[in-house]
């Protein structure tokens, strides 16, 4: 598979609105995701990933 380059990933997934890693999992369920954005991003983008929060564009509560 040939997934979207890192940044490009991460702002599609700011612009969905997603806060928590349920309801990630939920979204990816959903039949929505594209298949060029990775169901678990931490495995696939190994040197840019830091967390869940980034991944999302929120701030940690």
Do not use: Q
Not at 5 to 20: D, M
């Amino acid at each position: 598979m040939i997934y979207r380059e890192f940044k490009v990933a991460r702002e599609f997934v700011h612009n969905l609105g997603l806060k928590t890693e349920n309801e990630w999992k939920r979204y990816c369920k959903s039949g929505y995701k594209p298949s060029s954005i990775p169901t678990c991003p931490y495995s696939v983008y190994t040197t840019e990933w830091t967390d869940w929060f980034d991944w999302f564009g929120c701030k940690k509560e």
